[in-house]
């Protein structure tokens, strides 16, 4: 399991210096500094010189920033890789990456930054093994939109025509050790909705969430968080463990089910977990 919480990576328009200001003091994991889909192309040389204003300005804390790109193939996309190579971000975030030949093209213009790939194609989807074994890659994020647009697909609460995609994404991952973010809630105002969602996403593994409006940050730092009986479940895991292993036993029993070493080793990665979020935010 990864250390570094990824509950909530929220977009932010690059185009929209008030709402990059409101970022600094929300309590998100991640923040996604946009100059793809949330601008329009009127905004996005513009957008591109205010986001490195902002960022080199600072104060965003223990928050992890990425900077997502328009892609190559727009009259954008270079100009967007290379000046993203020079921002205060910790990563940049490739649109649409249906190769990973394609993730070594954005490098070439990056200086070897870290990169994060969109799955949101189904190109791209069926190509997700080889993208995230690619060498500079540290995580996917599902574009559920642009993924359902191009499926045809009908938006469900169950997510039945996206169940594919998010697990066959989750698989490659999980086989590369890179981190993986669930798709957007559009319904910002559906708070039972979003915390649905998000607790189907938790379930099926997902690191988090993304989200486009501050009202649904705590939602996902709840669902995606460990809750004080996952932790106290997690504690007494370790503790009947080890107290079995002192007396020659591989195999403890805690609340009517068996605990081996490898439920520890989960049981120590959510109690890591916890302690990354707490100095989060502690700042
Ligand atoms: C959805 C919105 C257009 C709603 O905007 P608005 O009506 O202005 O919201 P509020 O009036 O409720 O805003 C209240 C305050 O919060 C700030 N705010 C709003 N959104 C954000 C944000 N994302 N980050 C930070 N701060 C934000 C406002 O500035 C207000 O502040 P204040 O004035 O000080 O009170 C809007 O939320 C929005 O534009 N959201 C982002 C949309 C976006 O990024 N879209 C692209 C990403 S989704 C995507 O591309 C998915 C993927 O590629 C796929 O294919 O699935
Ligand atoms: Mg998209």
Redesign the pocket.
């Known amino acids: 399991m990864l250390t570094r919480p990824f509950r909530s990576v ?4 690059g185009s ?1 210096p ?3 200001e ?2 600094r003091g ?1 309590p998100v994991d991640a923040i996604i500094f ?1 100059l ?3 601008v329009s192309p009127e905004e996005k040389a513009a957008a591109r010189d205010t986001l490195a204003d902002e960022l080199a300005k600072g104060g965003f804390g223990s928050r992890f920033k990425l900077v997502r790109i328009n892609g190559l193939e727009t009259e954008w996309g270079a100009d967007d890789a290379r000046a993203a190579a020079t921002m205060q971000t910790d990563a940049v975030l490739v ?1 649409k990456v249906e190769s990973a030949s394609y993730l070594s093209e954005v490098a070439a213009l990056t200086d070897e930054a870290r990169l994060w790939a ?1 799955m ?1 194609t189904p190109r791209g989807i069926l190509h997700a093994a080889s993208i995230a074994a690619y060498p500079l890659l540290d995580g996917f994020v599902m ?5 359902a647009k191009e499926l045809r697909s009908r938006t469900t609460p169950d997510r039945l025509a996206m169940l594919p995609a998010l697990g066959h994404c989750l698989l490659a991952a999980r086989a590369e050790g890179i981190a993986i973010v669930d ?2 809630y559009n319904a ?1 105002k559906d708070d039972e909705g979003l915390a649905a969602e998000c607790r189907q996403g938790r379930d099926m593994g997902f690191d988090g969430k ?1 989200l ?4 649904q940050v705590a939602i996902a730092n709840a669902e995606f968080g460990p809750s004080e009986a996952d932790l106290d479940l997690a504690r007494r895991q370790i503790e009947a463990y080890e107290a079995a292993k002192a007396g020659g036993q591989g195999v403890a029993v805690v609340d009517g089910r068996i605990v081996e070493n490898l439920h520890v080793d989960t049981a120590r990665s959510l109690l890591a977990q916890a302690e990354a979020i707490e100095a989060i935010a502690k700042g």
């Not at 929220?10 to 328009?13: E, S, V």
């Not at 574009?143 to 993924?147: P, Y």
């Not at 486009?212 to 009202?215: K, N």
């Open positions: 929220l977009y932010i328009p929209k008030r709402a990059i409101k970022a929300l946009d793809e889909d949330a649109p969109m949101e574009g559920t939109n642009d993924l798709g957007v910002f993304t486009i409006h501050p009202a």
